[in-house]
Every structure is written in structure tokens, then in C-alpha cells.
């Protein structure tokens, strides 16, 4: 059974602090990506990734970055957070044929910045 | 810019009968569209896929069409049940992978 995983399902963080959020893949997918989810506005793409140390921006990607030293790894990283940065931060993965295959979803991570 | 609209108003119908969702874009001519399925609190999971050349797609008690004139497509569940109670996202995809979500309908069945 495939499987991505999200390293906290809830996470609660002081402005400021540098916050890092971690998801695994084991399906051996080469793609990537880093969304977050706030009502009313859908899923936003912030960052994904198409091979190792491989990274590009998403839709979203101010007061993000991202790391990928491992296949199976992609981390989210909020490098001084703020209240706005407050959502659910969900990771997908896919395989090879980029456009047509589906994203497999972790659980999510639901981030409170105060 | 590229956008996608899906019902706002949550879908309230009865079990037995068909629900039907709907999810128009604009500025966009997608190669592939996909639907997935969203329970509170859960990532969303992939339903069904159909490409631009495909006008309608089946899996079991679910039914997607893609209008690619009218920039349409609908998701249609028939003899709808309880279970099926969650949130259902359009995506279309873009180059490389990147999908663009709507904001989802939430679809409530009552028994």
C-alpha cells in the first residue's frame, strides 16, 4: 500500500521560530510537492520537486523554502514564522509521467503560528 | 490567469439518489483533468482521472464527463450513500505534474 507520510499532524509555533516540516514518500516517486489548504482558497502549490536537489517555485512560495537531499524526502521549510503562515500543509507525491499520474496525499500537517 | 470554480454551496441530497458536481475553468485548455475525494482533517485522495479527448469516464457508481468547449466537467455519483459524505476537488493539470485545485464542494447524503 503506498504510502506519504507527514512527520506532526498538529504543530503549534511562536512568530519568529524557524519551523520545519518533513514528508516521506515510499513509492520511489521522482515528483514531489508542498501545498497548503486554507478555507475558501482550495489548495495552493508553494514548492515542488522533480528529482533530487532538483526545486522549483509553486504558486505561493514567499516566506517558504525547501530542501530534497533524498529521494523519498521533501522538507517545507518556514524560515521565520509568521500568523499568516497559520493552515494545513499538505504533501503529495508522483511518478514519472508527470502530467497524467495522480498525487498521492499525506495526512497533513495542521500548523498554528500565534 | 487560469482559474477554476466549483460549487461553493454545500450539496445536500438524499441517499438513493445521484449527485452531481460541478467544476468550470477559464483561461486554460487542460490536457487532463482529475477529481479527488476529501474527508475533514485527511489529505485528498485521487478518484478518477479523464483526458481531453475522453467525453466521459466511469468507476463503479461514479461517472465523470469533460466538456472541453463548454470548460466543464461533472462528477456525478449515483444511488449516493451516507459514506460518500466528504469534500470533492476538481484539479486540472498543468505542465510537469502541478495540479491547480478548485476550492472543492462539500457533498452532505442523508439517509
Known amino acids: 500500500d503506498v504510502k506519504v507520510t507527514q512527520s506532526s499532524r498538529y504543530l503549534v509555533k511562536r512568530t519568529g521560530e524557524k519551523v520545519f516540516l518533513e514528508c516521506v514518500q515510499d513509492?520511489?516517486?521522482?515528483?514531489m510537492f508542498w501545498y497548503r489548504q486554507d478555507p475558501g482558497l482550495g489548495l495552493r502549490l508553494i514548492y515542488f520537486?522533480?528529482?533530487?536537489?532538483?526545486?522549483e517555485k509553486g504558486d505561493i512560495p514567499e516566506g517558504y523554502s525547501v530542501s530534497r537531499e533524498k529521494k523519498e524526502r521533501f522538507s517545507l521549510i518556514l524560515e521565520s514564522a509568521s500568523t499568516n503562515q497559520t493552515s494545513m500543509y499538505l504533501c503529495?507525491?508522483?511518478?514519472?509521467?508527470?502530467?497524467?499520474?495522480?498525487?498521492?496525499f499525506g495526512p497533513g500537517t495542521r500548523l498554528t503560528v500565534t | 490567469s487560469q482559474k477554476i470554480e466549483q460549487n461553493s454551496e454545500a450539496l445536500n441530497i438524499q441517499e438513493g439518489k445521484t449527485a452531481t458536481l460541478t467544476c468550470n475553468y477559464t483561461n486554460y485548455s487542460p490536457a487532463y483533468l482529475q477529481w479527488y475525494r476529501q474527508d475533514p482533517g485527511r489529505g485528498p485522495v485521487f478518484l478518477l482521472l479523464?483526458?481531453?479527448?475522453?467525453k466521459e469516464k466511469r468507476k463503479e457508481r461514479l461517472k465523470v464527463t469533460f466538456d472541453t468547449t463548454l470548460k466543464q466537467s461533472l462528477f456525478h455519483i449515483t444511488a449516493s450513500q451516507p459514506a460518500d459524505s466528504a469534500t470533492y476537488l476538481c484539479a486540472l493539470a498543468r505542465w510537469g505534474g502541478k495540479l491547480i485545485f478548485g476550492q472543492g464542494t462539500e457533498l452532505s447524503v442523508k439517509p
Open positions: 513509492m520511489d516517486h521522482e515528483n
Open positions: 503529495a507525491s508522483t511518478g514519472q509521467d508527470r502530467v497524467a499520474y495522480e498525487q498521492y
Open positions: 520537486s522533480y528529482d533530487v536537489k532538483m526545486k
Open positions: 479523464i483526458r481531453e479527448n475522453e
